[in-house]
């Protein structure tokens, strides 16, 4: 399962609110999956270099075609700003016609420059699919 780490691009004041997102994405073929790798690739380089971004990591389980994302940011104005734009906005407009699924989860937390863990993550959307 290929996983990219927790990487902390920018340091937020200690104690800050933030805002955290994490994501499930399941494209609909193994055939579309090496394409939507490569695309999360470009748009987890652009994350990094995002204003308003603390924490970010990813992980790919391939063979069930899901593609999981943690991050923390300043707040939902950064995350709007970085899903508008380039190359997120259109990577995602054309990645829309190959999922079968996707589940987003927003809560703020407080900064501790601790990263969010798999299972927190996996707990939080499995509550959000839920309602």
């Known amino acids: ?21 994490a994501s499930r994405l399941e494209v609909r073929s193994l055939l579309q999956v090496p394409g939507f790798f490569l695309a999360s690739m470009k748009v987890w380089q652009q994350a990094r270099r995002s204003p308003g971004a603390y924490g970010l990591a990813l992980k790919a389980d391939l063979l069930s075609r899901t593609f999981w994302t943690v991050s923390v940011w300043h707040d939902k104005a950064a995350i709007q700003a970085y899903a508008a734009a380039e190359p997120h906005r259109s990577t995602m407009r054309r990645k829309r016609a190959v999922m079968k699924e996707s589940t987003f989860t927003f809560w703020n937390t407080q900064a501790d420059g601790r990263p969010i863990g798999w299972d927190e993550v996996e707990r939080r959307i499995i509550e959000e699919r839920t309602r």
């Open 1 to 21: 399962m290929p996983a990219l780490p927790w990487t902390q691009p920018n340091t937020p004041e200690p104690g800050a609110e933030v805002v955290a997102m």
